[in-house]
């Protein structure tokens, strides 16, 4: 069972276009969604963080929007940069819960041509 | 400062084979977790942790066992090994809600 779907699967930008990543999730629970980036060989890393109580948040060039009532959120790079070329994973987790599990979506592989 | 530091690195295991796993996390989290990674399909839970001497199951737990005897320190056990269980795998560990630390991955294959 996808608690959290993810698209596009993959996704290809020249240097400095704003390429947008999608997540939708099922269970209304879910309170904390984070994005994560991994480079090849690495493990994933934080990249930035949302709670439902906010509809947007930007940490640098990286923005997350957030449509609460659409049960979707998504992130956006602003003026990307060959050295944002990676894979990202939106994911959801429910505090209720007290296990910090994290539910991912399958994952975005963008290309960032220069 | 180390991190969650995941041993080995790369295995190449034959069918039935056996092998453990290790995750150890210097930051005294609480919770810790394994995760197996295929193309396409994310990262899935296996197992995980929310304390010294818990394990609870995943997502995926099947052909999978883990111990957690020490608090820094997650085991992912694999008793027969099966060419299914080729995958990359992930430990990773939090304070709960919040950031999750992963370690670099082992890749595991079985032939």
């Known amino acids: 069972q996808q608690q959290v779907k993810q698209s596009p699967q993959s996704l290809i930008v020249q240097k400095g276009g704003i390429p947008i990543i999608n997540c939708a999730y099922e269970?209304?629970?879910?309170?904390?969604f984070p994005w994560y980036q991994q480079f090849p060989g690495k493990g994933p890393a934080l990249l930035i963080a949302i709670r439902p109580d906010v509809s947007e948040k930007k940490e640098g060039r990286f923005t997350i929007s957030f449509n609460k009532s659409a049960k979707q959120f998504s992130l956006h790079i602003m003026d990307s940069q060959p050295g944002d070329s990676a894979t990202y994973f939106c994911?959801?987790?429910?505090?209720?819960?007290?296990?910090?599990?994290?539910?991912f979506g399958q994952g975005t592989t963008l290309q960032v041509k220069p | 400062n180390a991190g969650v530091t995941q041993t080995p690195k790369f295995r190449v295991l034959k069918t039935g084979q056996s092998m453990t796993l290790l995750c150890a996390q210097d930051m005294n989290h609480e919770y810790m977790y394994w995760y197996r990674q295929d193309p396409g399909m994310g990262l899935r839970l296996i197992h995980y942790?929310?304390?010294?001497?818990?394990?609870a199951k995943g997502e995926v737990p099947d052909g999978y066992n883990v111990s957690r005897l020490k608090k820094q320190n997650f085991l992912l056990g694999l008793e027969s090994a099966a060419p299914s269980q080729t995958s990359v795998y992930f430990c990773a560990s939090s304070h709960g809600q919040g950031r999750a630390f992963f370690g670099q991955g082992t890749r595991l294959t079985v032939v």
């Open positions: 942790s929310v304390g010294e001497g818990t394990t």
């Open positions: 994911a959801a987790s429910m505090g209720s819960s007290n296990t910090g599990k994290l539910i």
């Open positions: 269970n209304t629970a879910f309170d904390y």
